[in-house]
């Protein structure tokens, strides 16, 4: 009896040691690691500190489109829970209609014109409680970069060459 006792505890201590690995390669609001992934996934990624002194990453797409992820939740700079993937766009065909269309039409992300009349993209992820796992990410990345090619159409019709994008 006490043998099979001690079986059983040394399977349940594998188990929990097992499945904690898998915890800590969750992907949290943590700026080294986004950056880490940004870079795997063949983007040029830089940390900076906003102007209140959370982290933001300054991140390009293989084809050239710059976004930036700002961090939110942060307790002193640090220990942030949630993030935003934002781009912004000058001289652009699309005005107050477009964008109302846009976010009645699009799921996952918001757009508007800010104070200066530029078009912006807003994609919301939260990070909190142990985060999402790596591949989840990923997916969220590869989204993102759907995302913005479907508003880039939008905001820049003449060099859209499929005139129907299928809406995400």
């Known amino acids: 009896m006490l043998r099979t006792f001690a079986l059983a505890a040394a399977l349940a201590l594998t188990t929990v040691a097992t499945a904690s690995p898998a915890i800590a390669q969750n992907v949290t609001a943590d700026a080294k690691v986004i950056s880490a992934i940004l870079r795997e996934q063949n983007f040029w990624a830089t940390i900076e500190a906003d102007k209140q002194g959370d982290p933001l990453i300054q991140a390009t797409f293989e084809q050239g489109t710059k976004f930036r992820i700002y961090f939110y939740g942060c307790e002193k700079n640090a220990n942030c829970t949630s993030i935003q993937f ?4 000058t001289d652009t065909k699309a005005g107050a209609a477009e964008m109302v269309k846009w976010n009645t039409e699009y799921r996952f992300a918001r757009a508007y014109l800010d104070s200066d009349g530029d078009a912006v993209l807003e994609m919301d992820l939260n990070l909190d ?3 999402i796992s790596k591949a989840l990410f ?19 019709p003449e060099e859209t060459k499929d005139p129907a994008p299928a809406k995400i």
Not at 86 to 89: E, I, K, N
Not at 139 to 151: E, F, M, Q, S
């Open 129 to 131: 409680e142990g985060g």
């Open 138 to 156: 990923v997916d969220h990345l590869d989204l993102w970069d759907a995302i913005l090619g479907h508003y880039s159409d939008l905001l820049y």
């Open 86 to 89: 934002v781009a912004a766009f």
